[in-house]
């Protein structure tokens, strides 16, 4: 039998005062999965969380204003966020933060092909 996935869904963003947030659920998948203070993941793992969240994902680049590497991510305004949102409908953010190549938005939306039970 497929166990029924747990969509992850919206929730509401509340930037800390450096600009950065994450779904909680996807923060909490993370650490049990990876491990606190792990920053990356291989792209079987990273496609396991997506089947195992219900979700597919999509990175944005952000702009970044400053031009140095010293990211201040609160210098980017929701509104900026919002307009590189993906084409395409039930988009919502699941992380906005910092990389190694600079500022990222990850992008979620449900997956329509979810197993029932």
């Not at 747990?6 to 450096?18: F, H, S």
């Not at 400053?66 to 929701?78: A, E, K, P, R």
């Not at 699941?94 to 329509?112: R, T």
Request: proline residues 6%.
């Amino acid at each position: 039998m497929i166990e029924k996935i747990n969509q992850l869904m919206p929730v509401e963003i509340v930037r800390d005062k450096n600009g950065i947030w994450t779904h909680p659920e996807y923060q909490n998948y993370w650490n049990i999965n990876f491990g606190d203070g792990v920053d990356f993941c291989t792209d079987s793992q990273w496609e396991k969380l997506e089947i195992e969240l219900g979700i597919n994902t999509s990175v944005v680049d952000l702009p970044y204003l400053n031009g140095d590497d010293d990211y201040d991510m609160s210098l980017i305004s929701d509104q900026v966020i919002n307009e590189l949102k993906p084409d395409g409908e039930d988009w919502f953010i699941f992380s906005i933060h910092e990389c190694n190549d600079g500022p990222v938005a990850l992008w979620a939306k449900p997956k329509n092909d979810l197993p029932e039970e």
